[in-house]
Structures are given as C-alpha cells and as structure tokens.
C-alpha cells in the first residue's frame, strides 16, 4: 500500500516556476524557509547577547556596589572629603544655573537682534519686488519668467550680514485669473515644506501683514536654524506668497563658542574651588586627626604624647592648650598612680605587719575567753567582747590582704571543672548555724543534679558563701532562696533574700569598698565592708558577672554569672536579675534543695539526738539535702515562680 504522505525537500532550493506537490510556488517555500532561519538565527544571537549583558552586569554591578560602599564609608569617616565634596556640589550647581541663565540671556539677546534685522529688511525687499512688479511691463512668458528671476535674485543677493533664501509661491484658490507662466521659485534646493504650516496660513489669511516663524532649512548636508519672514505680493493680478528666509548658522556658532567658553571656565571654577577647599579643610582637619589620633594614645596609657604646634593662629592655640591639658592630665595621673601604689604598699605592709602581733593577741584573748567563768561579770564581758573584736579584727585583716593582691594585680585563677551545685551545697552546710540563729529557712532549686564549671573552687565558694550570709544578716528571718541554672555557655546563681531590700542607686553602690546603705546600724554576724568588693574581683578573674537588684522592703536579689569554660564571653544570664524567688520553674525533673528550718522539733529516732530532716539540732547542725518530696510543708512546684528567664 503506497502512503499518501509527501516527504518534504531537506534543501529549500528550487527553481523557478517549480510547484510543489501541493500547489504551493518553491519560491514562496523558499522565502519562508529562509525568513524562519533567520529567525532563529536572531534568537540564538539574541541569547547570546543576552548572557554578554548578564555577566558584564554581574561583573560590573559588584564594582558598582564596593564603589558606592567606599564613597558612603568616606562620607561618613572623612569631615575633609565630605567637605570637599558639598562644596564642589554646590559650586557646580551654582555654576549649572547662572551659565543656563547667561546663556539663556545671550540666546535671546542673538535671535531678538536678527529678528529686528530680519524684519526690517524684509520690509524694504519686499516693497522693492512689488515696485518692481508693478511697473513692469511685459507680456510673454519668457519675459516673465526673466522679470521674476532677476527680482528674486536681486532680493537674495542684498543683506551683508545675513544670508537671504527665499521661496516663491502663488497661492492655491484664487478666484482672479491667474498668470499660470510662474507658479514658484526657491532658492538652491529649497521647496515650500521648509516654511511652517503656522506662517502659510497666517500669510494667506492675512492682507499686508507680515508675520515670521523660526524654521529649520538644508544647505547642503546639514540643517541650519533661520527666520522665516513672510509676505504677500502680487503680479499680474495673481497674488503670490513670498518668504525670506534668513540664515542664523553664523548666530548659532557664536552662541556654541559662548556656551563653549562658559562650560570651560566654569569646569576651571569647579577644580579651582575644588582645590581651594581641599587645602583650607586640610589646614583646618589635619590638626583636628592629628588631636584624635593624639588622644586615643593619651586613653591607651601612652602619656607622654603631644601635637606638634605650628604657628600662632587659633589651630596652633588649640595645639598648645591641648598639649598643656595633657600634660596636666598626665601630671595628675602619674601623681594619683604614685599616691594609689603608696597606699596599696602601705595597706598591704600593715596588714602583713600585724599579723603577727595579731596572732598574739588573739592567743591571749582565747586564753581570756575560755577562763571567763573566772571572772567577775565586768571582766567577763570584756574578755567576750575582746574574743569577739579580734575575731573581727582578723577578718578584716584577712580582707585587706587579699585586696592589696587583687590592686597589685598578684591575684591568680586556678581554675578546673568543678561541680557548682555540690558547691553551693557545701556552702549551704557551712552557713547552717548563722541560718538557725537569724531564723532564716534557705531553700536551694537547681535543674540538674550536676553542673560542671571551669573555676576556682576557693574563690567562688567565698562569694558564695558572702552572699548568702549578707542574704541571711538583711533577711529579717524570712526565707533565703538560691537558684542555680546554666545555658550553652553560661551558668548563674542567685542569692534572693526577703528582707528589708535597697534601693536602685544603693545596688548600684553595693560593690563599693566600705560602702554601708546605713552606717549607723551595727553589724551582727562581724564584717569588713570588703566582702562584696573582693566578691566582684573574684567574678572579674572569672570574667563573669556579679549583678545586685534590690527594691525597698521587698527584698534583695543577687546572681552570679559565670562562662561553662575559661575564655569564653558571656551574653546572656540563664537567670533574670529581679525579681526572682527561686528559680526556673519546671526546669529538671527533680529539684534536690536543702532546707534550714530554725525550729526544733522532737527527734523521733532516740538514738540519734537531732531534729528531722530539714531542721537544726540543738548544736545548729544541719541536716543533709533532702528532695521535694522528703519537705513536709516547705515549697511546692507550684510555689516556684514562674517568671521568664533573660
């Protein structure tokens, strides 16, 4: 069986007058067949130029981008660039707009001077031609013809400044007979369609009026700017309509060579002022850099640097009265330094001086202490208070050394990972029998049975264990709670008593040396006023945070917070600074707390002698840790509060 499909021709080329099977002309299968690959030729060109454009703009686009970056971060860094720079904006501004004026003026000064010129001297042309016409006195076309031709050229020919062209033309509709031996004339090349449509009706409406239009006309290969003047004549009885027009390419030049001058000088202007401010700021912004970089010596310790002083006029006074400021800055400093190392030298040789004599003294005093029962009652009172005054006397000693380590700067970190709760619990065991005796119940919540810290396990317990002790001297017997919880990169404890709290600007001052909210209330439990100076220098060894938050009669919260591991920076706190009560709620799933309950209760196991887990023994023992559930109305999950963590 024959199929009925035709197989098409793989080359479009066929002869002429060929016919395809269909009927369809081969040359008409040709010129389709070249018109579509062409076609594609174009899209695939087009693609082409398409990625060029893509990746020149993505090449060009990040120069673009880092250029506009640099020009930005110089405006902003560089008072001399940003000067420079506003004042050559402005200059060329001002430049733009009084050379678009001049030139504007000047413009229209040229053309109002040619139009007059052009004006008049149609006038006299055009009168002269119709004189002419009118005493003429021929009659065959020839002599018409000659008679027009002479005229028109007499007319293009006069005029030293301007150029005259004219165009010759009789009106079209005219109900008069008409001499049909000249219908129009021009000059070179010149047709009807150079004169405005505006000015050929405003002629052929027009009597005797005379009416002008600027036009554009060719000479030659180029088109030049003229004023077409227009009028009306008539010869023979037909009315013809008769343009001047006048050549303004000599205007024209002498406006571009104007124009020209004004770009030129006012680009000179331009760098000339350009130049100008640069060197003015420089004199004016170079000392002020010289001052900053000067100062930022003088903040980096480097005090014995100075401005070099030029001259006599106001820079140079300021030179000089910043070089005397920092030499009495740095007069000042040295002589505070001098004083500052004396008394460090001093506090710290007294302190070491009196340890021994102190050590004698408190020997006798224990001697005087333990035989008191001897006594009668005023020398037993002596012998308690003398015990008791160089218990506090040691303290304080004690204190002043280790602040003279930390001001000589011979305090070192021995820092290894250590577990914080089990310090926290240790220092809770320590502090039990100050608890029993304020009557203070202190509670501890920790999320998890272990957290692992790199620190100095000596120096963290005394801050510690002076925060809770401050916790329980302010706490008016209510309870103390403490709160352990750690992030990724930082672990905080909080010390949050109930008493009679602070103020804001007393918080801000709690960490002063021998600072005292109440200088005139007696301390109880001894104290040097150094305790939470030497606290905050321990946490500064640690690179930690020790914060305090206080609020009149509602109490006092203080958090220390610590890097899991030595070198880190802290950025966040795992606990929120005020106010807090016990912790993080819900956080673990068993709290392991320890509570220090004042009031005795009878011992249900008589070979034991103590109180029940939770309370004190007659000796102000405590009790070990004991978990939520082991507490018989203490704190309860739902007693925690539940405020979010910063």
Do not use: C
């Not at 479009?12 to 389709?32: F, M, T, Y």
């Not at 208070?385 to 004690?398: D, G, H, K, P, T």
């Amino acid at each position: 069986m024959v199929s009925a499909t035709k197989q098409v021709p793989e080359t479009p080329a066929q002869e002429p007058g060929d016919a395809r099977p269909d009927g369809e002309p081969g040359s008409r299968h040709a010129l389709v067949f070249r018109a579509r690959l062409w076609a594609k030729r174009a899209r695939i060109v087009g693609v082409r130029v398409g990625r060029l454009v893509r990746t020149g703009a993505g090449r060009l686009l990040p120069g673009i981008r880092y250029l506009l970056r640099a020009v930005h971060r110089r405006w902003r860094r560089s008072l001399q660039f940003r000067t420079v720079l506003t004042t050559l904006m402005l200059a060329i501004s001002s430049f733009a707009l009084v050379g678009a004026y001049l030139s504007n003026q000047i413009a229209n000064n040229l053309f109002q001077e040619r139009l007059a010129q052009a004006e008049s001297e149609t006038r006299y042309n055009v009168k002269q031609v119709q004189d002419t016409f009118d005493g003429a006195q021929v009659t065959d076309q020839s002599s018409v013809i000659t008679l027009v031709y002479d005229t028109l050229n007499a007319v293009e020919g006069r005029g030293s400044v301007i150029q005259r062209r004219y165009v010759f033309e009789a009106m079209p509709e005219q109900t008069k007979p008409r001499n049909r031996w000249v219908e129009s004339r021009a000059s070179d090349q010149l047709t009807i369609s150079v004169i405005p449509a505006d000015l050929r009706k405003a002629v052929e409406d027009s009597g005797k009026d005379q009416y002008w239009a600027s036009t554009e006309f060719p000479v030659g290969t180029e088109d030049r700017p003229g004023i077409a003047v227009g009028n009306k004549v008539t010869f023979n009885g037909t009315v013809y309509e008769l343009y001047l027009i006048y050549d303004l390419n000599t205007a024209q030049k002498t406006l571009d060579e104007i124009q020209n001058v004004l770009l030129a000088g006012g680009a000179a202007l331009v760098l000339m002022i350009g130049g100008i401010a640069w060197y003015v700021t420089r004199n004016v912004v170079s000392p002020v850099s010289h001052a900053a970089v000067v100062s930022e010596k003088l903040a980096a310790g480097q005090l014995q640097e100075r401005m070099v002083v030029k001259g006599e006029d106001e820079v140079a006074r300021l030179g000089a009265s910043f070089n005397h400021m920092a030499a009495s800055l740095q007069e000042q400093i040295t002589q505070l330094a001098t004083l500052s190392q004396m008394q460090q030298r001093f506090v710290s040789d007294v302190s070491h001086e009196l340890r021994t004599p102190l050590t004698t003294v408190r020997m006798a005093a224990e001697v005087l202490y333990d035989a008191r029962e001897d006594f009668d009652p005023i020398n037993k009172r002596s012998a308690e208070l003398l015990y008791n005054q160089v218990e506090r006397f040691q303290s304080l000693l004690a204190d002043l050394l280790e602040i003279s380590r930390f001001d000589a700067g011979a305090a070192t970190l021995d820092a290894e990972p250590t577990d914080i709760v089990q310090l926290i619990s240790h220092v809770m065991d320590g502090v039990a029998p100050v608890a029993a005796e304020y009557g203070s119940a202190v509670t501890f919540n920790a999320p998890a049975s272990s957290i692992i810290v790199d620190m100095d396990d000596r120096r963290i317990d005394r801050i510690l264990r002076n925060l809770v002790l401050n916790a329980l001297e302010h706490g008016e017997g209510r309870p103390v709670n403490i709160s352990v919880a750690a992030n990724d990169a930082a672990v905080a404890v909080a010390v949050r008593d109930h008493g009679i709290g602070m103020a804001p600007a007393e918080a801000a001052r709690v960490f002063d040396r021998f600072w005292r909210a109440d200088p005139a209330r007696a301390r109880t439990t001894g104290g040097s006023g150094l305790g939470l100076s030497i606290a905050a220098e321990d946490t500064k060894l640690h690179n930690g945070w020790l914060q305090a938050w206080g609020k009149k009669g509602n109490g006092a919260n203080f958090r220390l917070t610590l890097p899991l591991r030595q070198g880190e920076t802290i950025t966040k706190s795992p606990l929120q600074l005020g106010p807090v009560d016990v912790g993080l709620p819900g956080a673990g799933r068993e709290r392991t707390m320890l509570l220090l309950d004042p009031s005795p209760a009878p011992d249900p196991r008589p070979d034991r002698g103590a109180t029940p887990e939770g309370g004190t023994n007659s000796d102000g023992d405590t009790s070990g840790a004991i978990t939520d559930g082991d507490i018989a109305g203490a704190i309860t999950d739902g007693d925690i509060g539940t405020e979010d963590v910063v």
